[in-house]
């Protein structure tokens, strides 16, 4: 079957490649690091994770949209998960950020947008938990909300997305696949001078080594010198940021977020963030001044919630000891590398604001670049 599946890849290759299929590299027989991936290499190999998006495309002008992300099925507020937070560079508007680092929890679902509409995503996160069954009495709701700079391809002083957009996006989250590129949040990003966007990707760790999940997805709307796996791919296209090619500007930004079901507390979760950091380097990312680039990092472990209520002052939890977390910490690495280049082969060329063009990462000079370096097999 899989030798029947790589005859149908080579005879449908030129028409994929024109096409900007939806392969993943991992499909083209690109795999990058050396833990493996989940089941379906997403966020949602994390049990109970699921991701929602809405994406609005208008006219020539409108390319943007919202992505949620929620830890679980149920009552966040209620019982809220650990989580930290690490700005790798600060230029951005990411909401609640100082009650997570206060708490070392995370209350409301975390939603992903472009620079001018973190208020409408505020709203209506707190619409939704005020709306919660069993949240009568809140009176205060901490909404994570993180953005990038879409305004190459959006009229983003438009103000597009509306709060019910964002309602949208929480309501229909769900598990299984998660769509890539052009999608939601990364409806008009631009990642290292191609169209970039939402990409994902998960590592999977062996019994021997826990049996933990960590997931990543990302938004890429970032400059530097992209790297494939250790290949130097920008420098091979010459595009890349201060090359004086279309595009050149390598500011924008990057929002990361990972979850595990691994029982990390807020500390050690903070120490998984700085890891994914790590990994946005790996691809090429250079966090330049006006890139607002975070990681929000969380874990589901049913055992570690923070009830809004507790029933008693000590809380019964136990964590994972500090010796156990290496092997968490290259899932974060690796998978938020795949995530990021996951985002750029999903994207299409993407036309918007004033005319503007965004050409999609040019697979047909790609593949033969990371065939020079022996990343993929020759024909």
Not at 177 to 184: A, D, L, M, Q
Not at 204 to 217: A, E, F, I, R
Request: include cysteine.
């Amino acid at each position: 079957m899989q030798n029947f599946l790589k005859i149908v890849i080579c005879c449908l290759w030129p028409t994929l490649l024109t096409a900007q299929s939806s392969l993943r590299p991992r499909d083209l027989g690109l795999k990058i690091g050396v833990l493996p991936s989940g089941q379906l290499n997403a966020i949602t190999d994390v049990a109970g994770v699921k991701v929602g998006h809405k994406t609005l495309i208008s006219g020539n002008s409108v390319r943007t949209g919202v992505t949620a992300i929620l830890p679980y099925d149920g009552n966040l507020f209620q019982s809220k998960v650990p989580a930290a937070i690490f700005a790798g560079n600060g230029f951005g508007k990411l909401s609640g950020t100082t009650q997570v680092v206060e708490l070392g929890t995370l209350e409301s679902p975390i939603i992903l947008t472009n620079t001018l509409n973190v208020a409408q995503g505020i709203q209506a996160v707190i619409k939704h938990t005020l709306a919660q069954e069993g949240n009568k009495g809140v009176l205060s709701v901490n909404a994570v909300v993180g953005e990038t700079n879409d305004g190459y391809l959006n009229d983003i002083r438009g103000q597009h997305v509306k709060e019910e957009d964002v309602l949208y996006a929480i309501q229909s989250a769900a598990s299984g696949s998660v769509e890539e590129g052009n999608v939601g949040a990364g409806t008009g990003t631009v990642c290292f001078g191609y169209k970039g966007g939402i990409g994902t990707s998960s590592r999977k760790l062996p019994k021997s080594l826990g049996g933990y999940t960590v997931g990543v997805l990302v938004q890429t709307n970032f400059g530097g010198v992209l790297q494939i796996d250790g290949v130097p791919v920008g420098e091979e296209l010459r595009q890349f940021s201060f090359s004086d090619q279309l595009l050149n500007n390598v500011d924008g930004s990057c929002m990361i977020v990972v979850a595990t079901d691994a029982p990390l507390d807020s500390r050690n979760l903070e120490r998984l963030a700085k890891r994914a950091f790590m990994g946005l380097a790996k691809s090429g990312g250079i966090a330049s001044n006006g890139s607002g680039d975070y990681v929000i990092a969380f874990s589901t472990a049913e055992a570690i919630r923070v009830p809004h209520q507790p029933k008693q002052p000590i809380l019964q939890t136990g964590y994972l000891h500090n010796d156990f977390t290496s092997q968490l910490f290259l899932s974060a690495i690796e998978a938020t590398e795949e995530a990021i280049i996951n985002s750029l082969f999903a994207a299409k060329t993407s036309i918007g604001f004033n005319e503007r063009r965004v050409e999609a990462l040019p697979l047909d000079q790609v593949i033969p670049i990371l065939k020079k370096y022996n990343k993929l097999k020759n024909d």
